[in-house]
């Protein structure tokens, strides 16, 4: 029995020793992969070291503390990670590494002189969390130089080699400083959580809430901006179309592939140290793709600028056009800001809706004051607004003391095909009754260079007779205190034809009178749509007149005319009517 019992007691003796054996073994091994890790870094001329590391084997459980790494040139940044609890902790393959979850915390991320602009950025991260994840046992593919586009390759390089079922992040502390001409800021993110990590996409991603503080130092706009925004919802996240556009070997797609499905936002808040205050209800877009081989993310931070002057008018130009390149990429299926009011010192104004869907941009329900009184418009749209080509239009009037020429003018009908104004009720200059506009329509195409030969112009609207206007003395003096317009024309070339009609053409001036014009030409050559006068000339001499019809009725102008000439004469109205129209 005795024998037994020392057998059981030298069994279990040499199986907690066994267990100690191996649970030090295990631990040595997990010593050697992180000192590995870390020995990468230093041999790529970075400093690296921790703390204290430990491996419970029954839970297989492994923690780092006193994590900090400097990666050196060209990166110039400092990492530092007061612990790392990693549970479950299996490798998987030759490469990889699994984990059931990763606490980390008081984690501190400092970035020196970031990009031209010597920008410095500081990250703190008391707490994080993932949960199911796997990604390389060792880093990979450092970056070549500190540029940031290198920086973000990088990045979202790591980004794409790990996958997690969530990250729990409680709070985010991010603060820069721009140099005491561009001043500085912090923004905390609160209550921040990603679902479902992988491949570089991520399902959903929510943050409950940010705020943010910004130092405005330049001597003429000195200010201090603060606010906050809730309520952050990402669906259908995917990093890899911005990775192929950062990298010069994939960076040739010509395909748009979607970044985000969804973004939206709850209300948001800023407010200025000057007076200024918005409020926003919210906003949302859907469907943001891009385009790798023209979303070229960082060229027009790389321009070398002379801060001690103002840009040359061709650095602004060169700048624009790659501004115009970064939209060229860019493809945005709809958004919506919701209703924001605007309150400054002289008042609030407030707006219902920005929408912008399938290139329309339109601003519904304006309700703002003015120094003439309250000004409201139900809807301003511009119709098929491309901003790649506003950025390149506007850069070509970057010449000071030049006027633009006209074609450098004709240039904006490149820009968009029409404009539309409705429900206006502004306040007059001069007279006491507002200007009401029911519609303003202009829309056009069909461009011969940079000249529309299609177009039709739409014009309902009110406005009072301006007492302080000579010529509209008749029309106060008899009464009229106010008139109405209601325009429509058309005009339309055909190439294959070269007919050009205009028609119909109609103008509605209320109680005054009403013309109606209808024109037709033919063979009119494509060469009359020049902005060189002499060779319009020549081109007109081709032109072919066609029929013409003018009709006009009087709905109370020749009272009015004769009721002026006889003030002026003083005859009575019936002699000044009856009166020869030689006389």
Known sequence: MKRILIGLIVAAGLGVGGWFGFNFYAQHRAAAEVEAAFEQIR???????????????????????????????????????????????R???????????????????????????????????????????AGPLRVQNAPASGSLSDMYRFVLDQFASVTATSVMIPSINISFDAGSSNGSGEVVY??????????????????????FTINVTQPSKADKLTGEISDMIVNDFDSTPILAALDPQRRSDDSYRRVYRQISTGPYVLKSALGMRMDIDGFAMENIDVQPSKLHLFEMFNM??????????????????????FYDGIRIGKAEIGKTSIGTPQGTAKINAIRYRQGEFAIE????????????????????????????WASGLTNPGQPPSPDQMLGLFRVLEGAEIKGVVAPHNNARQPITIDTISLNWGQLVESIPSKANLVVKMVTPTDPANPALQPLIVAGVDKLAIDLDLGAAWE???????????????????????????ANVPRGL???????????????????????????????????????????????????????
């Open 91 to 133: 490798q998987i393959g030759e490469t990889r590494f699994a984990a059931d979850g990763i606490d980390l915390s008081g984690i501190e991320i400092a970035l020196d002189e970031v990009g031209p602009g010597k920008l410095k950025l500081a990250y703190k991260i008391p707490q994080m969390t993932l949960r199911d994840y």
């Open 190 to 211: 609160s209550g921040l959580t990603l679902q479902n990590l992988g491949r570089g996409k991520v399902d959903a991603m929510k943050m409950d809430r940010a705020t």
């Open 365 to 392: 329900g304006v309700d703002a004051p003015s120094p003439q009184g309250q000004f409201k418009m139900e809807r301003f749209a511009l119709k098929s607004l491309s901003m790649p080509n506003l950025m390149r």
């Open 43 to 89: 041999s790529g001329g970075g400093k690296a070291s921790h703390g204290k590391i430990a491996f419970e084997q029954s839970s297989r459980t492994l923690t780092i503390e006193d994590i900090a790494v400097d990666p050196g040139k060209p990166l110039q940044g400092h990492v530092k990670i007061g612990a790392f609890k990693s549970t479950g902790v």
């Open 304 to 325: 070398p600028l002379d801060k001690s002057a103002p840009p040359t008018p061709a650095q602004t130009r060169e700048l624009m056009e790659k501004v115009a390149g």
């Open 495 to 521: 190439e294959s034809s070269g007919a050009f009609a205009l028609a119909p053409a109609t103008l509605d001036l209320g109680n005054l009178a009403k013309a109606q014009a209808r024109l037709a030409l």
């Open 529 to 583: 749509f020049t902005t060189d006068p002499a060779q319009a000339m020549s081109q007109a001499e081709h032109i072919e007149a066609g029929p013409i019809e003018l009709s006009l009725r009087d709905s109370g102008v020749v009272d009015l005319a004769v009721a002026h000439s006889s003030r002026a004469c003083r005859k009575s109205a019936a002699t000044q009517r009856a009166a020869p129209l030689s006389r």
